[in-house]
């Protein structure tokens, strides 16, 4: 695991610790005014942050210690391996080597949440600036943690228990020497960096689909940020890192994270009222049932 990941992981933990507590978040629920209601989507509450919070930074935290215990392979168990136990889509990929092309998709890890980050800040600022409310900034940044928790938690995670050998070490054309002592040879399952680019791609778009639902730009959105993601996945395997089932299951783990986490704090859209009646006839009461927009 690289050293930006573990330093936003460990900042993140601390700053959601110093600003999430049980006492403000049933205030979260609701964010303002009735505008504020129907132009924000997403809502905090207590019985449900409360579990998946302290879970999911649990799932980090398990994750980032098996990390920091894992032993990568020795010469003797590189020796042992057998292609012929990978899948044909996977052998093809052993002898792919570019560890400059490798470098430069590291690169796209750090951008994504600088972009996640941003586009949280930009939403948020409307709210802050203009009517001093800092609540969907922080629903928003604590829906992004849970969900990037959980993303990068159970890649870690995955990474220790099954110690997958990563396409490298089957490389030949590579000193047995250079495959030991290259870090992390046995982390291949799955790609963290393509589960991370594939969230941030995810959970941005859905976001702003949710926020500014119909704008003619957001089908660029969806498709240039999963574009991007798609193309460091694509060099995860072409650099010698990654077989491409680690890729496609980085790509669903972190897409499926994103979504849920950003159905399970949407607002309900039905809304039920009950009006009372009353006529020379009778009385009674109504029930009402509007669907938002």
Same mark, same amino acid.
């Given at each position: 695991?690289?050293?930006?990941?573990?330093?936003?992981?460990?900042?993140?933990?601390?700053?959601?610790?110093?600003?999430?507590?049980?006492?403000?978040?049933?205030? #979260?629920?609701?964010?303002?005014?009735?505008?504020?209601? #129907?132009?924000?989507?997403?809502?905090?509450?207590?019985?449900?942050?409360?579990?998946?919070?302290?879970?999911?930074?649990?799932?980090?935290?398990?994750?980032?210690?098996?990390?920091?215990?894992? #032993?990568?392979?020795?010469g003797?168990?590189?020796?042992?391996?057998?292609?012929?136990?990978?899948?044909?889509?996977?052998?093809?990929?052993?002898?792919?080597?570019?560890?400059?092309?490798?470098?430069?998709?590291?690169?796209?890890?750090?951008?994504?949440?600088?972009?996640?980050?941003?586009?949280?800040?930009?939403?948020?600022?409307?709210?802050?600036?203009?009517?001093?409310?800092y609540?969907?900034?922080?629903?928003?940044?604590?829906?992004?943690?849970?969900g990037?928790?959980?993303?990068?938690?159970?890649?870690?995670?995955?990474?220790?228990?099954?110690?997958?050998?990563?396409?490298?070490?089957?490389?030949?054309?590579?000193?047995?020497?250079?495959?030991v002592?290259?870090?992390?040879?046995?982390?291949?399952?799955?790609?963290?960096?393509?589960?991370?680019?594939f969230?941030?791609?995810?959970f941005?778009?859905?976001?702003?689909?949710?926020?500014?639902?119909?704008?003619?730009?957001?089908?660029?959105?969806?498709?240039?940020?999963?574009?991007?993601?798609?193309?460091?996945?694509?060099?995860?395997?072409?650099?010698?890192?990654?077989?491409?089932?680690?890729?496609?299951?980085?790509?669903?783990?972190?897409?499926?994270?994103?979504?849920?986490?950003?159905?399970?704090?949407?607002?309900?859209?039905?809304?039920?009222?009950?009006?009372?009646?009353?006529?020379?006839?009778? #009385?009674?009461?109504?029930?009402?049932?509007?669907?938002?927009?």
């Amino acid at each position: 695991m690289n050293s930006f990941r573990y330093f936003f992981y460990c900042l993140s933990i601390l700053g959601l610790a110093s600003l999430i507590s049980p006492f403000n978040l049933p205030g #979260q629920v609701s964010l303002g005014g009735n505008n504020d209601k #129907q132009d924000f989507p997403y809502s905090l509450k207590a019985s449900k942050d409360l579990v998946i919070l302290p879970v999911s930074t649990g799932l980090l935290v398990a994750g980032l210690v098996g990390n920091e215990l894992h #032993q990568a392979m020795t010469g003797t168990e590189i020796l042992a391996l057998n292609r012929s136990s990978l899948l044909p889509i996977d052998s093809r990929v052993i002898y792919n080597w570019n560890p400059k092309l490798n470098n430069i998709r590291e690169t796209f890890e750090p951008a994504s949440f600088i972009a996640g980050l941003g586009i949280i800040g930009i939403i948020s600022r409307q709210h802050i600036i203009q009517e001093k409310n800092y609540n969907p900034a922080i629903t928003l940044l604590t829906m992004y943690a849970e969900g990037a928790f959980l993303s990068e938690g159970m890649v870690l995670l995955s990474k220790v228990s099954i110690s997958r050998p990563r396409p490298f070490t089957y490389n030949s054309n590579l000193s047995l020497d250079y495959r030991v002592r290259s870090s992390a040879n046995n982390e291949s399952f799955f790609s963290g960096n393509a589960t991370v680019l594939f969230y941030n791609a995810t959970f941005i778009s859905q976001v702003l689909t949710d926020i500014y639902p119909g704008k003619p730009w957001l089908p660029y959105v969806w498709a240039g940020s999963h574009a991007i993601a798609s193309l460091s996945g694509y060099w995860s395997v072409k650099s010698g890192m990654h077989f491409p089932t680690d890729v496609i299951a980085g790509a669903i783990w972190g897409s499926s994270m994103a979504l849920i986490v950003t159905m399970v704090h949407k607002k309900k859209n039905k809304r039920v009222k009950i009006i009372p009646w009353a006529s020379n006839i009778g #009385q009674g009461a109504t029930l009402q049932l509007s669907l938002e927009p």
